[in-house]
């Protein structure tokens, strides 16, 4: 699948934590007129809530993002309580 140049530079929330290189997560971005969700990859681990910014399309539905300082407020809302992102056998 090509690229989706239409999604790079937007903002979005992190709805499934990033690994950083070991592994995506999920993002939700404003795209199109509504919002979508894509495979997320980031450079660091991101946690669910995170807001970012869309930097890359590597097709097939993924992306490659960035933590986003949001001053504008543009990003999509998470419902819902926040999830703890470490596991308790730390």
Do not use: Y
């Not at 971005?29 to 869309?54: N, Q």
């Not at 930097?55 to 703890?84: C, F, I, Y």
Request: aromatic share 4%; with cysteine; charged share 25%.
């Amino acid at each position: 699948m090509a690229r989706d140049e239409s999604c790079i530079g937007a903002i979005g929330v992190i709805t499934v934590a990033t690994r950083g290189p070991a592994g995506p997560g999920e993002v939700r971005i404003k795209v199109r007129g509504g919002s979508e969700h894509f495979l997320a990859w980031s450079d660091a681990p991101l946690p669910r809530g995170a807001t970012v910014l869309v930097t890359e399309s590597r097709g097939e539905r993924t992306v490659d993002v960035v933590e986003w300082d949001d001053a504008l407020g543009e990003a999509p809302h998470l419902h819902g309580p926040p999830q703890n992102q470490q596991s308790s056998g730390e």
